[in-house]
């Protein structure tokens, strides 16, 4: 999906997931549909809309997720990565300024993140860590995404994401960040470093699947 070889693997577990849910959608837990880099497949999601009603598509969703809607256009820096060392690093992004960013290709709209544990996942279920390397809730296997790139965490139905001293940086609404955690809202754009998500809660995700689904 985002570069690198884990593509196939990632898409039979997609597949796999989708297969549980369908044969168990009342019964199923949300933890449990969930591939080993935290996303959930977007078939499944579609068949979930066509089985329940919002209000209980929203108590099964349980959380917001972070839905994957563009590209910042730019290059990598590839340059001095001849070490195995270097090549186990961070590189940087340059956005290509004055260019907008383009519109989702077809496996970044399969990028959907429920802002939900693992089932076998370990920590703070309010805690919700986003990377590149195994070990984070959400996984990016990008070059572009640091180890440990940001963490968001969940107070009381609010939602609040900080930066972990990113290589490329994250940003909400375009604006980067620092430390400092910042509320999210519904409907918030935030990239991790050339990837863009839309902040959606249970309710706006059914909206824009429905409409998908019955057209």
């Given amino acids: 999906m985002f570069g690198l070889k884990k593509r196939q693997k990632m898409d039979a577990e997609d597949n796999l997931a989708v297969g549980r849910s369908q044969a168990n959608l009342r019964l199923g837990d949300i933890s449990k549909m969930l591939n080993t880099s935290g996303r959930i497949a977007l078939p499944t999601l579609e068949k979930l809309v066509e089985v329940y009603q919002k209000p209980d598509f929203t108590k099964f969703m349980e959380q917001a997720l972070l839905v994957g809607s563009s590209i910042q256009s730019g290059s990598l820096n590839l340059r001095k990565r001849a070490s195995k060392e270097a090549m186990n690093r961070t590189v940087i992004f340059e956005v290509n300024e004055g260019e907008e960013a383009s519109s989702p290709s077809e496996s970044l709209k399969h990028a959907i ?17 986003i990377g590149r390397v195994d070990g984070n809730d959400m996984i990016m296997p990008d070059y572009a995404i640091s180890k440990q790139h940001a963490i968001l965490e969940i107070k009381r139905d609010n939602y609040f994401i900080r930066d972990c001293g990113s290589t490329n940086g994250t940003k909400v609404n375009g604006k980067r960040l620092d430390k400092k955690p910042v509320q999210l809202r519904d409907g918030d754009v935030i990239g991790f470093a050339r990837y863009e998500f839309s902040l959606l809660s249970p309710e706006s995700l059914y909206d824009m699947l429905s409409d998908s689904v019955h057209t």
């Fill in 113 to 129: 993140y429920p802002l939900v544990k693992a089932e076998y996942a370990t920590g703070s279920i309010s805690i919700f860590t």
